[in-house]
């Protein structure tokens, strides 16, 4: 395989990884902000957008439709709010349910890079 082929798929399977990855942890992203403090919509994709520097790569059409299952499934609230003369903005806040999804989604996300650091490091040993 010519070099530039090789690269090109290295890139590839790198860039379809990190979307692999964006997709399951965009809602434990969300939770985790929101269990801060409120946010409204465009302020919660930027700050996922910069705390995730290029390796949660968030988009609006992901983010917003993601909003309207966790408030359907009543992990977080959304409520209209108007500050001074600003155009209205929705806030979401998490809710007790939502706290508790968190946690569960939390200790799940914990006990995988638990499991893969384990085997990562088992096959470097054994590698050895």
């Known amino acids: 395989?010519?070099?530039?082929?090789?690269?090109?798929?290295?890139?590839?399977?790198?860039?379809?990884?990190?979307?692999?990855?964006?997709?399951?942890?965009?809602?434990?992203?969300?939770?985790?902000?929101l269990d801060v403090r409120r946010r409204y919509g465009?302020?919660?994709?930027?700050?996922?957008?910069?705390?995730?520097?290029?390796?949660?790569?968030?988009?609006?059409?992901?983010?917003?439709?993601l909003l309207h299952r966790l408030e359907d499934a009543g992990h977080i609230l959304a409520t209209w709010e108007a500050e001074g003369r600003a155009r209205p903005r929705k806030y979401y806040v998490i809710t007790p349910d939502g706290r508790t999804y968190l946690a569960m989604l939390r200790a799940e996300w914990s006990g995988l890079v638990d499991a893969m650091r384990q085997l990562l490091d088992t096959l470097g040993e054994v590698q050895e």
Request: glycine share 8%; hydrophobic share 40%.
């Open 1 to 33: 395989m010519p070099e530039d082929t090789e690269a090109a798929s290295g890139s590839a399977t790198v860039a379809r990884l990190r979307r692999e990855l964006a997709r399951g942890t965009t809602e434990l992203a969300v939770l985790s902000v």
């Open 42 to 65: 465009y302020e919660l994709l930027k700050l996922l957008r910069q705390a995730g520097e290029g390796v949660l790569e968030v988009k609006e059409g992901t983010l917003y439709p």
